[in-house]
T-cell receptor, first 113, second 111 residues
Framework: GAGVSQSPSNKVTEKGKDVELRCDPI?????LYWYRQSLGQGLEFLIY????????KSGLPSDRFSAERTGGSVSTLTIQRTQQEDSAVYLC???????????FGPGTRLTVL | DAKTTQPNSMESNEEEPVHLPCNHS???????IHWYRQLPSQGPEYVIH???SNVNNRMASLAIAEDRKSSTLILHRATLRDAAVYYC????????????FGTGTRLTIIP
């Protein structure tokens, strides 16, 4: 079946612009995660959605970052007033349940000029 | 979350077995040991997980020390496609759902 998909695969933007990154999880998966991976760095947790529960936003680095998940499916990560340090690969993952295996998408490479 | 320690890098010859070590001396009684790997330019993928007993699946085997303070991921016959960064992660099924990735081990396969 289809895996996790993300769009766009690449995004180049100018400093100060807003960007939206999209994640389509595996159908039926109740849990959805966003991570980011800066060049040469490990993966950093950003936010987690589980069903209709309030999201765990503990990993968001600043209030410029927000995410929503509509209808328990598609999720959008929004970065406002982008900065150069926001440049990274943003990865989305989904899992069937809270502690199940996470399936990752291919990521969106964000470059802020 | 309890911390894991892995070598930064390892090399192995193609078609040879590979043993990737992980130390987790502060592991709690409820922590599961998970392994993920990240191939170049891809998102991570799940490899295997276990609690106390050794585990086998189509991708690899996981050998867990009796005191659970260390574990070893075993690739029985490495191929060039196994070149990746391998992450050993502890997950508490009663704790936070996120994955906490360390720096992992970069595995290079020599043809």
């Amino acid at each position: 079946g289809a895996g996790v998909s993300q769009s766009p695969s690449n995004k180049v933007t100018e400093k100060g612009k807003d960007v939206e990154l999209r994640c389509d999880p595996i159908s039926g998966h109740t849990a959805l995660y966003w991570y980011r991976q800066s060049l040469g760095q490990g993966l950093e947790f950003l936010i987690y959605f589980q069903g209709n529960s309030a999201p765990d936003k503990s990993g968001l680095p600043s209030d410029r970052f927000s995410a929503e998940r509509t209808g328990g499916s598609v999720s959008t990560l929004t970065i406002q007033r982008t900065q150069q340090e926001d440049s990274a690969v943003y990865l989305c993952a989904s899992s069937a349940g809270r502690y199940d295996e996470q399936f990752f998408g291919p990521g969106t490479r964000l470059t802020v000029l | 979350d309890a911390k894991t320690t892995q070598p930064n890098s390892m090399e192995s010859n193609e078609e040879e077995p590979v043993h990737l070590p992980c130390n987790h001396s502060t592991i709690s009684g409820t922590d599961y040991i998970h392994w993920y790997r990240q191939l170049p330019s891809q998102g991570p993928e799940y490899v295997i997980h276990g609690l106390t007993s050794n585990v086998n699946n189509r991708m690899a085997s996981l050998a867990i020390a009796e005191d659970r303070k260390s574990s070893t991921l075993i690739l029985h016959r490495a191929t060039l496609r196994d070149a990746a960064v391998y992450y050993c992660i502890l997950r508490d099924p009663f704790g936070n759902e996120k994955l906490t990735f360390g720096t992992g081990t970069r595995l290079t396969i020599i043809p």
